[in-house]
């Protein structure tokens, strides 16, 4: 027999409380203790684990949710779940610990088990693609990113039968706005209505249709909603008027940030503008700029100092780095976080002096203006609670709920803010949320071998290529080589190689060939399944394989576009590679074999037009229809095989189009 007590003097600091080990008990085994107000630092691993209570109480915290804990408690952690225990009452919380591997059950709850451990069926889901800046529409390189991402993201949580929405809208306050303003002769609100109008058509054209954009110049409820937020943070104490430095046109005087003022990086030392680096994704103050230059003279600034409310961010170093290990945190968002943090000090000024913008509401705020930047992070509440008013929901942006999932996806040059800045605003908001975010990050996407830009116009503007007969190869093209982890090209003469020769030369051309042999040999029908061969069944198995390749490519945790879309052309080369042996052989004897593998070749199509619709929603679309089908509702489960006699209509189908070459003088 072994035995063994509760030893005090035997702890030692792990996971943000104190643990000790037991050995000899089969399961690895220790005790632990939280003291009062303390808390374990949310973690995952692969081993199950198991709490026994015997002393205190508490909180369990797992992927978001609450349960009470207190002795006689014991509580059961699967494979790579979040879990944080928390002490709520007066004394220490001590418990017994046993955790063992299972590497079956640990494989099985990687493979099948995320949703279900992050309850992404169970909870409200809001994601929301970085509200774009109306100085200029949208080009292609902002449309592969986050709002294809999201759009994608939301539509294959639906067919999961997850409450999904898509949030986003347009920045109206950046200072961006009103520099093209000033170029254009416009005043910012019309410069900023404009391009917001423009933008929302361009996500149409894209078949990108948010379930909530918040326009926030038009929105007469945001501006006192911004600022009960932003009074809430200087009433945390964190956040006041501090006098740092700053920097001002030589000539006029006038204050310089963002677009005002470019110069070296002062963690990289690339060049950049002011407050972010696109680079590294650092930001700076603008005064720590080496050569700093304003935009509008390139002459010197001056260096003095301003008064602005200002967050001391290094505060947060530990915070952070919690909330870090509660979603999906890409490791280049935790690399930016450690460079981030690596210095003394960041007193990050949260207001600007500025025309443009909403004033705070407290006394001696002056001219100042809250930044777009945190501004942004209460945007998002704002934009839970308008969707709420129209389902009926209460959602409210002053009282998030610890229920609510929430997603990002924006680009790296985006990050800091994001994934660093909004969780320490939150923190000081609203001390008792502890915000469940999944981050998902993009790089640039170039255009010959540059970064796309608005303000450069270099780019690819979406109404220039989409169509209604271009959507969905843009939407593939794009998904096939959006900058998931690193940067990628925009390749012109690669597109119409891929709309030509993959979508309508492999594609079409198999979905047309197969509808012409169903018309000559089954009256356009489906046949029924005959006799089976090694081969048939095997095939069945590889389009089993390839759904569940292309269901872990969309799901939360493994979200990929990239994947996504080589699995869908993966399902059309497996077919066509099976195709090319399954009709070899002729004769009344060969009768119920190529049934089976007409059969077969059916169920791939379904398939495809299951798996497409998150990515090309019209394409999938038009082929369940061709197929006999309704519109994709429902992710699939497995490979299906379409019922026999089924009418099918693909020999004369057009799915895609090339475009109409234009012709010249010389033609």
């Not at 600007?352 to 209460?378: F, I, K, L, N, T």
């Not at 450069?456 to 989409?466: E, S």
């Not at 982890?485 to 390749?491: A, E, L, V």
């Amino acid at each position: 027999m072994k035995i063994t007590h509760y030893e005090p003097a035997a702890l030692s600091a792990a996971f943000g409380i104190d643990m000790s080990a037991v050995p000899g008990f089969g399961p690895g085994a220790g005790w632990g203790r939280v003291p009062a107000g303390g808390a374990s630092d949310p973690h995952q691993h692969d081993e199950i684990e198991v709490f026994v209570i015997v002393q205190g109480t508490g909180d369990l915290l797992v992927d978001g949710e609450r349960t009470p804990a207190a002795p006689g408690t014991v509580a059961l952690f699967e494979p790579f779940e979040t879990h944080v225990i928390e002490n709520t009452g007066g004394e220490d919380l001590v418990f017994f610990d046993l955790y063992w591997r299972d590497p079956p059950h640990a494989a099985r709850a990687a493979l099948t088990g995320a949703a279900e451990r992050r309850r992404f069926g169970q909870r409200p889901v809001f994601v929301f693609s970085t509200p774009p800046t109306p100085n200029g529409d949208l080009h292609l390189g902002h449309l592969s990113g986050p709002y294809l991402g999201a759009d994608a993201f939301v539509r294959f949580q639906r067919l999961n039968g997850v409450e999904a929405w898509h949030l986003t809208g347009s920045d109206d306050f950046q200072s961006y706005v009103a520099e093209r303003a000033r170029r254009d002769g416009r005043a910012p609100a019309e410069t900023a209505a404009h391009f917001s109008a423009e933008i929302a058509a361009t996500l149409a054209l894209m078949d990108i249709r948010p379930d909530q954009y918040t326009v926030t110049n038009a929105d007469p409820t945001y501006p006192d909603g911004l600022r009960a937020f932003f009074s809430r943070l200087v009433d945390s104490g964190s956040v006041g008027p501090r006098s740092t430095p700053a920097l001002f046109d030589a000539e006029t005087g006038d204050y310089l940030y963002e677009v005002d003022v470019s110069g070296g990086c002062p963690g990289c030392s690339g060049p950049t503008s002011g407050n972010i680096c696109e680079e590294c994704g650092e930001p700076n103050l603008c005064a720590d700029l080496a050569e700093p230059r304003t935009r509008r003279t390139g002459a010197a600034p001056r260096h003095g100092e301003a008064t602005r409310y200002c967050l001391p961010l290094h505060e947060f170093r530990d915070d952070i780095a919690a909330h870090h290990e509660l979603g999906r945190v890409p490791s280049r968002l935790r690399e930016l976080a450690q460079r981030v943090f690596s210095g003394d000090r960041l007193d990050l000024p949260l207001t600007h002096p500025s025309d443009w913008g909403v004033r705070p509401a407290e006394d001696g705020a002056g001219d100042q203006v809250v930044w777009v930047w945190p501004e942004m992070s209460y945007g998002f509440l704002h934009g839970i609670e308008t969707l709420g008013r129209g389902l009926g929901k209460e959602w409210r942006a002053d009282a998030p709920e610890q229920d609510w999932k929430i997603v990002h996806f924006f680009g790296y040059d985006n990050s800091f803010y994001h994934s660093l800045l909004y969780p320490a605003l939150y923190k000081l908001a609203f001390p008792g949320w502890e915000p469940d975010i999944d981050y998902h990050v993009n790089e640039f996407y170039l255009l010959e071998h540059q970064k796309f830009s608005t303000s450069r116009r270099h780019a690819v503007w979406g109404k220039d290529v989409l169509t209604e007969d271009s959507v969905d190869a843009v939407r593939f093209f794009l998904a096939r080589t959006r900058p998931e982890g690193r940067r990628t090209n925009f390749d012109p003469a690669a597109y119409e190689t891929v709309l030509t020769d993959t979508l309508i030369g492999t594609w079409q051309r198999w979905l047309n060939d197969l509808g012409t042999r169903l018309d000559t040999g089954y009256g356009g029908q489906a046949p029924d399944a005959g006799v089976w061969t090694p081969e048939h069944t095997a095939f069945l198995a590889r389009l089993g394989v390839r759904l569940t390749a292309v269901t872990q490519s969309l799901g939360q945790d493994g979200f990929s576009l990239n994947q996504a879309a080589g699995e869908l052309h993966g399902i059309v080369e497996d077919v066509i590679r099976f195709t090319e042996g399954a009709y070899l052989a002729a004769g009344p004897a060969e009768k119920d074999r190529t049934r089976t593998a007409i059969a077969l070749e059916l169920a791939a199509a379904r398939l495809l037009a299951r798996c497409a619709a998150p990515v090309m929603p019209r394409f999938a679309g038009r082929l369940a229809a061709a197929l006999g089908l309704t519109g994709p509702e429902v992710w699939p489960d497995v490979p299906e095989l379409l019922p026999a006699g089924t009418k099918v209509t693909l020999s004369d189908a057009v799915f895609f189009r090339a475009p109409e070459r234009k012709t010249t003088a010389d033609d």
